[in-house]
């Protein structure tokens, strides 16, 4: 997942070696930073 967001211009970050493989961390930004997240991480959880 990390690499499909990348490739929409997203950056997050695993967080796997805290013991939580199937999580990211997300930095919140502007309104409109979040909601290109949020479009991308759609886009992405839709095509998996």
Known sequence: MNLEL???GVI???VGNY???QWL???IGLPEENEAF???LEKTL???
């Open 19 to 21: 013991g939580l493989p």
């Open 25 to 27: 961390r997300v930095t």
């Open 12 to 14: 997050v970050r695993p």
């Open 38 to 40: 949020i479009a991308a």
């Open 46 to 48: 839709a095509t998996a």
């Open 6 to 8: 990348l490739k929409q």
